[in-house]
């Protein structure tokens, strides 16, 4: 009787598994890819954080990672622009809710350089904008993912805006 479990189980967890694949190869091929992001390392802010098989709150939990742990960018968004592809050493390319994860570790500072007024969004990439930042405006950035800062108001492209405060040797880099 056990054999015969043994088998079953085996059996659920390869086609599980293969169903798993179909859904993440086709969640792939629909993503958004930057290649400006491919190998920047990013820090888990989440205590417990899923990483799963596709993009989506029901894409199969491969694994998690615990706050503090670092896993490496691959620049590829989901079609959505809320999930993030990251490569896990042990298990490979897995994606998760890019809220959880964080290029920096602690707050850093940065000044807004655009000349018409810095739009402020919900959400990353095409979230609805809730406001607008002047051109000087010195801003707290507490999370840092693929390009887009969260401040205390909201999300902004930091492509428009110069980091502060960073180490003098670093920013020469």
């Known amino acids: 009787m056990s054999e015969k479990l043994d088998k079953i189980i085996i059996a659920l967890f390869i086609v599980f598994g293969l169903a798993s694949l179909v859904i993440g190869t086709t969640a792939y091929s629909e993503g958004i890819y930057d290649d400006e992001f491919v190998g920047i390392p990013v820090y888990v802010t989440a205590n417990h954080l899923n990483l799963r098989m596709s993009p989506g709150k029901t894409g199969y939990v491969v694994t998690t990672a615990e706050k503090g742990d670092i896993l490496t960018a691959t620049g590829e968004w989901s079609k959505d622009y809320r999930w993030i592809e990251l490569y896990h050493a042990e298990y490979g390319y897995l994606w998760c809710d890019y809220h959880y994860v964080s290029e920096i570790e602690e707050p850093i500072k940065a000044e ?48 428009y805006c110069i980091l502060i405060g960073e180490d003098e040797d670093e920013s020469e880099l």
């Open 112 to 159: 807004t350089l655009w000349e018409t007024p810095l739009k402020i969004r919900k959400q990353v990439v095409n979230g609805r904008v809730t406001g607008y930042l002047r051109r000087g405006r010195e801003i707290e950035i507490t999370q840092i993912i693929l390009g887009w800062g969260k401040c205390r108001v909201g999300w902004i492209d930091l492509e």
